[in-house]
């Protein structure tokens, strides 16, 4: 295996085969990547079955926390320190080519690995428990009504220490064999965004509350990778 501070350490487990010049292990990259995120797909396999779950995450450091409820089938089993890959995955534009094989997507993708363990002491819960919130803007938690007992106890929180990880990133535009510019089809990169769209109080908000000074980020039309990642950043700010 090879690494160094800056990078995740390769091994056939995480090194790009197909394409390797797409491949990156840089902790920057594979980082900016994950914190671009709030939805991962977390792979893992019970009994020989192969699951893969969507859920939210977030990052702290080198570690990858997801929750759910203590009595999820997920949060059971990989608590009992499961291997686990969290992948995440930004679609950032269509390619439409030539032929068909040319056809592509440009994205941003990170696979991490490691083994799952679940959080058992409660105050380290009721810690995780504000940081998941913490993450959409520093200062969210303490504007909360405070996690009951009971809250704390449905709630089961997963942490993984990323062991290896692998980033993958193609930014290309269309790119046919040269005979193929000569076929008269239309071809074109269409990006594609996920947006924050118009924002809805809730129709039971008490007069007078308004969005937090924390949230200004947080504006219909902007792209959710760019909102999530300025976050992340005044959140790791916050906590460093
Ligand atoms: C939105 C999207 C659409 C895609 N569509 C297609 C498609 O239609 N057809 C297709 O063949 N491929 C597609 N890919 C690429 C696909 O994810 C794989 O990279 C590719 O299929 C090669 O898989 P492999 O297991 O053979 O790769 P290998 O290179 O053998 O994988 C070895 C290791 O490289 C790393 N790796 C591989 N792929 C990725 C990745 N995407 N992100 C991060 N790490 C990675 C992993 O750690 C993996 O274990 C798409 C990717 C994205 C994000």
Redesign the pocket.
């Known amino acids: 295996m090879s690494s160094s501070a800056e990078s995740y350490p390769i091994s056939k ?8 010049m797409r ?1 990156h292990y840089d902790k920057a990259t594979v980082h900016g990547i994950l914190d671009a995120a709030l939805l991962c797909h977390i792979a893992y396999v019970i009994d020989g079955q192969p699951y893969c779950t969507p859920t939210s995450f977030w990052r702290e450091g080198g570690k990858l926390y997801w929750h759910g409820s203590s009595a999820s089938r997920m949060i059971r089993s990989q608590g009992a320190g499961l291997p686990v890959c969290l ?1 995440v ?1 930004h ?1 950032d534009a269509i390619v439409l080519a030539r032929c068909g094989f040319n056809h ?2 440009n ?1 941003r ?3 991490a ?1 490691g083994v799952a363990h679940l959080i058992s002491d409660p105050e380290e819960k009721a810690r995780l428990m504000d940081r998941f919130l913490e993450r959409f803007f520093p200062g969210r938690a303490s504007l909360m009504r405070r996690p009951t007992k009971q809250e704390i106890k449905a709630t089961s929180f997963i942490g993984m220490e990323i062991e290896q990880a ?3 990133i193609r930014d290309l535009h269309v790119h046919d064999e040269e005979a193929d510019y000569a076929v008269p089809a239309w071809t074109a990169l269409l990006p594609v965004r996920t947006v924050l769209g118009k924002i809805e109080e809730c129709p039971r908000q008490l007069p007078g509350v308004r969005k937090p000074r924390g949230m200004k980020g947080y504006v219909a039309g902007r792209p959710m990778d760019e909102i999530f990642a300025e976050a992340y950043r005044a959140y790791e700010k916050a906590f460093d």
Do not use: D, L
């Not at 487990?13 to 390797?20: E, G, I, K, L, T």
């Open positions: 487990r995480n090194r790009v085969v197909r394409r390797p491949g992948t995955t679609m592509s997507v994205y993708a990170v696979m690995y692998s980033a993958k």
